[in-house]
């Protein structure tokens, strides 16, 4: 993402849909460090959250049998 890229998204100008969605309570900021990282690193972080939300299955199950 270039700096150019990333400005907008820190400071967008109004009417625009990333300023609404700044409006409604979305941190770009997250949004900027997501778009830094390669595809392969999104979809390694990706996994991981997978991973972890099937663990926590896994856990409320036990609980639960």
């Given at each position: 993402?270039?700096?150019?890229?990333?400005?907008?998204?820190?400071?967008?100008?109004?009417?625009t849909k990333?300023?609404?969605?700044?409006?409604?309570?979305?941190?770009?900021?997250?949004?900027?460090?997501?778009?830094?990282?390669?595809?392969?690193?999104?979809?390694?972080?990706?996994?991981?959250?997978?991973?972890?939300?099937?663990?926590?299955?896994?856990?409320?199950?036990?609980?639960?049998?």
């Open positions: 993402m270039t700096k150019d890229k990333e400005e907008l998204l820190r400071n967008p100008k109004p009417g990333a300023a609404a969605a700044r409006e409604f309570g979305i941190d770009l900021t997250l949004t900027i460090e997501r778009l830094r990282r390669t595809p392969e690193q999104r979809i390694r972080d990706l996994q991981s959250y997978i991973n972890d939300i099937e663990k926590l299955r896994a856990g409320l199950k036990s609980r639960t049998s």
